[in-house]
């Protein structure tokens, strides 16, 4: 018997988690869900696996909840540090991309030995 588990994410923004998750090489596919009035819809995530049992980042109207039937889950990791790896991703996502909009530009960005991330950005004052 199936059970499937919501779990809160702080995951808001759809183009960023699609990057973070493309950074680590997992692949998505877009699931769209009309809404009854078609006014508006809302984007889904998946994460296939092989087993049918596929991940989903749902849209809950506030964030991205991960998904899944924690019996079935077929990732190379523990579900905790998916959601680690996939976090850390997106906020490096979310700085870069925010800070490119007022005019900042990464300059280096490395992952250390330790896990951590060093990001560096620059502007130029005209």
Do not use: C
Request: hydrophobic residues 35%; negative net charge.
């Amino acid at each position: 018997m199936s059970h499937f588990t919501h779990m809160k994410t702080r995951f808001q923004n759809l183009f960023y988690l699609e990057k973070a998750l493309n950074k680590l090489n997992i692949v998505t596919k877009q699931l769209e869900k009309t809404n009854i009035d078609f006014s508006s819809y809302d984007e889904n995530l998946i994460i296939p696996q092989s087993n049918g049992y596929d991940i989903e980042f749902k849209w809950n109207g506030k964030e991205y909840e991960l998904v899944v039937d924690m019996s079935f889950w077929e990732q190379p990791y523990p579900i905790e540090s998916f959601i680690d790896k996939v976090a850390q991703q997106y906020a490096g996502e979310v700085i870069i991309g925010e800070s490119e909009k007022i005019g900042f530009q990464p300059i280096k960005y490395q992952q250390n030995v330790d896990g951590s991330n060093t990001l560096v950005l620059e502007r130029w004052n005209s």
